[in-house]
């Protein structure tokens, strides 16, 4: 059993940044993949990144690319989502998920632990 905590969300004026932390405990964090996503009011949560277990693999959803970066440490047990450029339409709750298998994957009913979420709020 993995308990996922993110944290590292607030307000921010469009354009600036946050770093966003997905920290686990109760099993070694190193084997597992890890995704971000998010969800805006009113809408469907969707998937904005995730890093595989080693790190070595990284994939964005077309709409942070070039503006997101995702990345872990695993002797700390924590993935970390670096947000830049930020625009009023990345606001959501961001929840962090991992995912036991061989493969990463951006489909959210393969992640088998989630985090609570985290509220980032962009202001225009």
């Known amino acids: 059993q993995v308990q996922l905590v993110e944290s590292g969300g607030g307000l921010v004026q469009a354009g600036g940044s946050l770093r966003l932390s997905c920290a686990a405990s109760?099993?070694?964090?190193?084997?597992?993949?890890v995704g971000w996503f998010r969800q805006a009011p009113g809408k469907e949560r969707e998937f904005v990144a995730y890093?595989?277990?080693?790190?070595?693999?990284?994939r964005f959803a077309d709409s942070v690319l070039g503006r997101f970066t995702i990345s872990r440490d695993n002797t700390k047990n924590t993935v970390y989502l670096q947000m830049n450029s930020l625009k009023p339409e990345d606001t959501a709750v961001y929840y962090c998920a991992a995912r036991v298998g061989a493969d990463p994957s951006r489909a959210q009913n393969l992640y088998n632990y989630w985090g609570q979420g985290t509220q980032v709020t962009v202001s225009s």
């Open positions: 109760g099993r070694t964090f190193g084997g597992y993949h």
């Open positions: 890093i595989t277990w080693s790190g070595s693999s990284v």
